[in-house]
Nanobody, 124 residues
């Protein structure tokens, strides 16, 4: 069992930046691969970014590639999502999630644990 708590969301103008944090507690952080998803009103939850099972490879949705970066601090059991050059289309609730050694990194069903979400709103 692992618990995930996101923070760092807020209101930002287009072109601005935010850094989301996801703190994990419970089982050892290294036992899981982390991912980020987002869900805008009236839309399905969509993949944003993730790392591979051993953490050596990162994946990004085409819509955020070059603007978003995931990183991790193992000493703090924390995963980060740095978001730059934000646009109104990035407005959504952002979720971090943890999965076991599943190969499907971009499918919500592959993830066993989810945080409560943090709202990101980008104004034009």
């Amino acid at each position: 069992q692992v618990q995930l708590v996101e923070s760092g969301g807020g209101l930002v103008q287009a072109g601005g930046s935010l850094r989301l944090s996801c703190v994990a507690s419970g089982r050892t952080f290294d036992n899981y691969a982390m991912g980020w998803f987002r869900q805008a009103p009236g839309k399905e939850r969509e993949f944003v970014a993730a790392r591979s099972w051993r953490g050596s490879v990162t994946y990004y949705a085409d819509s955020v590639k070059g603007r978003f970066t995931i990183s991790r601090d193992n000493s703090k059991s924390t995963e980060y999502l740095q978001m730059n050059s934000l646009t109104p289309e990035d407005t959504a609730v952002y979720y971090c999630a943890a999965r076991g050694p599943a190969t499907s990194y971009n499918t919500p069903a592959a993830y066993n644990y989810w945080g409560q979400g943090t709202q990101v709103t980008v104004s034009s």
